[in-house]
């Protein structure tokens, strides 16, 4: 099912989706004049804008101004839930095995910081959503614990999405008392992710690592990059995340 939903996304996010419409632009060349260059036209201009800096850091700071930086006087809470963002697969570093991936290791860093000025318990939550031989929760733990020398008191290693993140990380630390947690994830991905925490029961207090920020705004922000176009793909995923998460909430509340 997760396999699906991937490739569901595939075609709806950039690069795929602009693909697809530019090879029917061309198609259309041949067939209907008239659709064919506006539509090319309208796949040139949303390929420049997606890749240029300037841009795409103003649609991820768009979501993230919907969170903000935890603070001294924020509210306390009972444990610590740190969510996966991916694997480094077959590294060769680390004998050929399975370990977090980049998203994932700035999540467990903050995460670890939060857990030594607070000393509450860290959940971490991630299953194997790609298959992977251990759960993205399974290399969340080994690396806290070794790297960064924090423990762990719950792993969760069932789910494969956030939704299922919220769902499985309720029915665990429900039967422990505990429903107030600091929720850790990317600035980016906070307001989608603490919607569904707070619809699986939990009270949260969001905790968000990796705000979008820029050293200066110069010429280089306003040129293509693919760094920049891979920011507008995280930015339409939440985007498309978002409507459909609330659909699902929506068909659970019938």
């Given at each position: 099912?997760?396999?699906?939903t991937?490739?569901?996304a ?10 697809l419409l530019?090879?029917?632009g061309?198609?259309l060349l041949y067939?209907?004049?008239?659709f064919?260059?506006?539509?090319l036209?309208a ?6 804008i997606?890749?240029?800096p300037y841009?795409?850091d ?5 979501l ?13 809470a009972?444990a610590?839930?740190i969510l ?6 077959n590294?060769p ?5 399975d ?5 994932t ?5 903050y995460?670890?910081?939060l857990q ?22 399974q290399?969340?733990r ?10 762990v008191r ?14 499985y ?6 039967k ?6 600091y929720?850790?994830t ?5 307001s ?15 905790a968000?690592?990796?705000?979008t ?18 920011d507008?793909?995280i930015?339409?995923?939440e985007?498309i995340g978002?409507f459909?998460?609330q659909?699902?909430?929506?068909i659970?509340?019938?």
């Open positions: 099912m997760h396999w699906f991937n490739l569901i595939a075609f709806l996010l950039p690069p795929l989706s602009l693909l530019f090879a029917l061309i198609f067939r209907r004049h008239k064919a260059k506006p539509l036209l796949v040139f201009i949303f390929l420049w997606a890749s240029i841009c795409s103003s649609a991820l700071h768009f993230e101004a919907r969170t903000a930086a935890l603070g001294k006087a924020s509210a306390q009972e610590i839930v996966g963002g991916g694997t480094y697969f590294a570093e680390y004998a050929g095995q370990t977090v991936g980049e998203a290791l700035t999540r467990l860093r995460g670890a910081k030594r000025e607070t000393g509450k318990p860290i959940l971490v939550t991630g299953g194997k959503p790609l298959g992977n031989s251990t759960s993205e929760a290399q969340m080994s690396s806290l614990e070794q790297d960064f020398h924090a423990p719950w792993t969760e290693d069932a789910s494969d999405n956030t939704f299922e993140n919220a769902r990380s309720f029915q665990i630390l429900q422990v008392g505990v429903k107030k947690i929720l850790v990317h600035a980016w991905h906070m989608r992710s603490a919607n569904v925490f707070r619809h699986a029961g939990f009270e949260v207090v969001e968000p690592t990796a705000f920020t820029r050293y200066r705004t110069d010429l280089l922000a306003f040129l293509p990059s693919a760094g920049a176009l891979y507008s793909r930015f339409m995923h985007i978002t459909w998460y659909v699902r909430l929506s659970s509340n019938i």
